[in-house]
């Protein structure tokens, strides 16, 4: 009978509970109806989310995850769930066997996990009436659900592939502008006159005429490398009336191609130099520098794969012309010189089969009548150097020149100046002058020596000027003024073979002499190309040994004088020798001092690659900061001086 007490108590509670939930439920909805404009949504219209474990209308706990639709409790005046006498006796035992079982659970638990569906419309529709806080009695989540996680950092965007970037630069054949730049009205140049060829003794242009080109050669690129830039060839062309600039890479003196320089630095300044030409739409001449090596044939394998690239480079540019030996010297016979074209031209061919190519004579290229004697056979487009120093060739060369272009030979001066043979010494502006009105008169091109501030008459620079470019009249040296003036007066008929004088400074006779480095001993590279021949005037060529010993001591180094040249001119002789320093013993110096004594009175007309000072009839040489530390048993090559005795 207790037992049933208890039941029936339980019973009892529950139903008071349910219907005092469907009662608050049916009152609120009654309020609502009657207070809410039609169309409104009420709060009680919202339904509760299934799994909330609160109702959101009232804020109480629910008791199933049903859903509560207050449109059914419209329709069903109960309000509530039927509940079957099966449902009630369930309830009275669960009642029963939980002591403490109250009328009103006190908590639902939330979810573990939030619902992973995104909500509905209607879902956002309740989220506005549902409580800010949770209701008091709700147990909070015993765990805050895991955040979301934060997006996986987007991976970072694939690099593009590092595929090695395509040059900016087409190979360096920069197109060639199809006007001719300002104030340069009657010159010859690549996007009016096109690639070049040879007719008879004559250069020609694409369409068969005639031309004539005058410019400027470079110094060294190993030593003057910064002469080499856009803005000054752009001046050169525009301001100075230049169609043409040679660009000297030396193969055997200090820092050369093929005795231990850079050569992927040479090779990139011959590229931009061709570049910067190009832009500034001139014809260019990449010459390979032969000088102490003296006979082309030393090298003739480095020669050829140079050429070859050099040559695939410049394939497409109809400004490139390419002089394969500049002055064979120290006995280099036509012959060797024909031997060693033979193999080099090909290569040329091969890549660029109409290039013009100038093939260097024997004697510091002088003995063009040689060449006019025998020429290269079975090829075109072919032409032959001839250099000169003013001061030094005179009639005697100016004759060779005139005879062998008379006989078809076709004549290129690459190099001259209007210095003397070692590319110092005084002016001789009256000799220069005659060489030029003979050039004009044959339609025969030619390059001034050098584009430097080096401290010696051919450099067209003063040395006191450090400009690269935006020079004036007044960083120009004698030689330079005297250029600038000649191609000033000969802007008008420069693309013409026949036109007013036109010069240029040429080699710094034998400065061929690099001004840094192991220059060629005969720096003799113009220098002393003093064509034996050369009666002409006051200009002998002398065979004597000289007036500095061959060998000899001081303290514990070595010396040797090898004499490379002489000649006469203006009543004093010149000497041209080559030094070589020794250190033969066993540990390494740090810097050397020799002091040599002369057979008579002298003076020192230019030196390169030492320091030098004279005392009487004693020379003491000094080594430049790039050749004073010599390791056991190595030797400083490439020294020259050029010494001048009266009569």
């Given amino acids: 009978m207790g037992m049933n007490k208890k039941r029936l108590y339980a019973i009892g509670a529950v139903l008071i509970v349910l219907l005092l939930v469907v009662g608050g439920i049916l009152y609120k909805r009654a309020q609502g109806t009657k207070d809410e404009p039609a169309g409104t949504v009420t709060a009680a219209a919202a339904p509760t989310e299934a799994g909330s474990g609160y109702n959101g209308d009232t804020g109480q706990p629910n008791k199933t995850d049903e859903?509560?639709?207050?449109?059914?409790?419209?329709?069903?005046?109960?309000?509530?769930?039927?509940?079957?006498?099966?449902?009630?006796?369930?309830?009275?035992?669960?009642?029963?066997?939980?002591?403490?079982?109250?009328?009103?659970?006190?908590?639902?638990?939330?979810?573990?996990?939030?619902?992973?569906?995104?909500?509905?419309?209607?879902?956002?529709?309740?989220?506005t009436i549902a409580p800010t806080e949770a209701p008091t009695g709700v147990t909070e989540p015993t765990e805050a659900p895991e955040p979301t996680k934060a997006p996986t950092a987007a991976p970072e965007p694939t690099?593009?592939?590092?595929?090695?970037?395509?040059?900016?630069?087409?190979?360096?054949?920069?197109?060639?502008?199809?006007k001719a730049p300002k104030d340069t009205a009657g010159l010859a140049c690549p996007s009016v006159n096109g690639a070049l060829?040879?007719?008879?003794?004559?250069?020609?242009?694409?369409?068969?005429?005639?031309?004539?080109?005058?410019?400027?050669?470079?110094?060294?690129?190993?030593?003057?490398?910064?002469?080499?830039n856009q803005a000054l060839f752009t001046e050169m062309?525009?301001?100075?009336?230049?169609?043409?600039?040679?660009?000297?890479?030396?193969?055997?003196?200090?820092?050369?191609?093929?005795?231990?320089?850079?050569?992927?630095?040479?090779?990139?300044?011959?590229?931009?130099?061709?570049?910067?030409?190009?832009?500034?739409?001139?014809?260019?001449?990449?010459?390979?520098?032969?000088?102490?090596?003296?006979d082309p044939n030393k090298y003739v394998s480095d020669a050829k794969t140079f050429f070859d690239e050099m040559s695939k480079e410049f394939a497409s540019n109809n400004n490139v012309i390419y002089e394969i030996c500049n002055e064979p010297n120290g006995g280099t016979s036509w012959a060797d010189i024909k031997k060693y074209a033979a193999e080099v031209i090909p290569v040329i061919r091969a890549n660029d089969k109409d290039a013009v190519i100038i093939v260097g004579t024997p004697n510091w290229s002088q003995y063009v009548d040689q060449a006019a004697a025998d020429p290269v056979k079975g090829e075109t487009n072919i032409m032959y150097a001839l250099h000169f120093y003013a001061a030094t060739h005179k009639d005697d060369l100016r004759n060779k020149l005139k005879n062998a272009v008379n006989k078809g030979l076709p004549v290129f001066v690459t190099e001259y100046g209007i210095c003397d043979a070692s590319g110092s010494g005084s002016i001789?502006?009256?000799?220069?002058?005659?060489?030029?009105?003979?050039?004009?008169?044959?339609?025969?091109?030619?390059?001034c020596w050098n584009l430097s501030n080096k401290n010696e008459t051919s450099a067209l620079i003063k040395s006191s000027c450090n400009k690269t470019s935006g020079l004036t009249a007044d960083d120009m040296s004698g030689e330079g003024t005297w250029l600038l003036e000649l191609l000033a007066r000969n802007s008008g008929s420069a693309g013409k073979t026949g036109g007013g004088k036109?010069?240029?400074?040429?080699?710094?006779?034998?400065?061929?002499?690099?001004?840094?480095?192991?220059?060629?001993?005969?720096?003799?590279?113009?220098?002393?190309?003093?064509?034996?021949?050369?009666?002409?005037?006051?200009?002998?060529?002398?065979t004597d040994t000289g007036i500095l010993p061959t060998s000899g001591k001081t303290g514990d180094i070595a010396w040797e004088f090898s004499i490379s040249n002489s000649w006469n001119s203006e009543g004093k002789t010149y000497y041209l020798y080559e030094l070589k320093v020794t250190n033969p013993g066993n540990s390494t110096v740090d810097s050397w001092k020799?002091?040599?004594?002369?057979?008579?009175?002298?003076?020192i007309s230019s030196i390169w690659c030492a320091k030098a000072d004279i005392s009487g009839k004693?020379?003491?040489?000094?080594?430049?900061?790039?050749?004073?530390?010599?390791?056991?048993?190595?030797?400083?090559?490439?020294?020259?001086?050029?010494?001048?005795t009266p009569g």
């Fill in 502 to 542: 036109s010069d240029g400074t040429g080699d710094n006779g034998g400065t061929d002499k690099p001004d840094e480095g192991k220059s060629d001993t005969g720096n003799t590279g113009d220098n002393g190309k003093g064509d034996t021949g050369n009666t002409g005037s006051d200009d002998t060529a002398k």
């Fill in 618 to 644: 004693t020379i003491t040489f000094t080594n430049e900061s790039f050749n004073g530390s010599l390791n056991a048993k190595e030797s400083a090559i490439g020294i020259g001086i050029i010494i001048g």
């Fill in 594 to 603: 020799i002091k040599v004594d002369t057979s008579a009175e002298c003076e």
């Fill in 428 to 447: 001789d502006t009256a000799s220069a002058n005659k060489w030029v009105e003979l050039m004009d008169s044959l339609g025969v091109s030619y390059v």
């Fill in 159 to 178: 690099k593009a592939p590092t595929v090695t970037p395509v040059p900016t630069k087409v190979p360096e054949a920069t197109p060639v502008p199809t």
């Fill in 197 to 228: 060829q040879v007719i008879g003794s004559q250069l020609c242009d694409a369409a068969g005429n005639a031309v004539q080109l005058r410019g400027i050669s470079t110094h060294g690129l190993a030593w003057f490398p910064a002469y080499v």
């Fill in 237 to 294: 062309r525009e301001d100075w009336n230049v169609n043409i600039v040679r660009l000297a890479m030396y193969t055997d003196e200090y820092g050369g191609y093929c005795s231990g320089g850079d050569k992927s630095k040479l090779k990139k300044l011959i590229k931009d130099g061709v570049s910067y030409a190009t832009k500034a739409d001139m014809y260019v001449i990449v010459d390979w520098h032969v000088l102490n090596d003296r």
């Fill in 67 to 127: 859903i509560v639709d207050a449109d059914t409790a419209e329709e069903d005046p109960t309000g509530a769930p039927e509940i079957s006498p099966t449902d009630i006796a369930a309830a009275a035992d669960d009642s029963a066997t939980d002591s403490q079982a109250t009328a009103v659970p006190t908590s639902v638990s939330e979810p573990s996990e939030a619902p992973t569906a995104a909500p509905s419309p209607t879902d956002l529709m309740a989220a």
